[in-house]
């Protein structure tokens, strides 16, 4: 079982920054792929970041957003700077890898909120 805890997630006002943590614990061998995709209210989920083998980022977001990790932590972070009112939505992370039994798997958060005030 892998368990997904994220965290910084609030309320800004537009230009302002926050940052984005989300630790993964539990029956992990190796994590391939870390990822954040954000949903707003009405609109699909869409990938924000995705770091493991090549960093992408959504075309939205670059430039303003940086993802990073941390393996000795198995941590994945979000840096979101000069946020505009068009970033809020829930984001989530996703990670990918295998468990100690050498079985993929493929978890998610639970979300945390970011809403950007103009």
């Known amino acids: 079982q892998l368990q997904l805890v994220e965290s910084g997630g609030g309320e800004v006002q537009a230009g302002g920054s926050l940052r984005l943590s989300c630790a993964a614990s539990?029956?992990?061998?190796?994590?391939?792929?870390m990822a954040w995709h954000r949903q707003a209210p009405g609109k699909q989920r869409e990938l924000v970041a995705n770091i493991g083998g090549k960093t992408i980022y959504a075309d939205s977001v670059k430039d303003r957003f940086t993802i990073s990790r941390d393996n000795a932590k198995n941590t994945v972070y979000l840096q979101m700077n000069r946020l505009k009112p068009e970033d809020t939505a829930v984001y989530s992370c996703?990670?990918?890898?295998?468990?100690?039994?050498?079985?993929?798997?493929?978890?998610w958060g639970q979300g945390t909120q970011v809403t950007v005030s103009s």
């Open positions: 539990g029956n992990i061998f190796m994590i391939n792929t």
């Open positions: 996703n990670v990918k890898g295998l468990g100690r039994s050498l079985r993929s798997f493929d978890s």
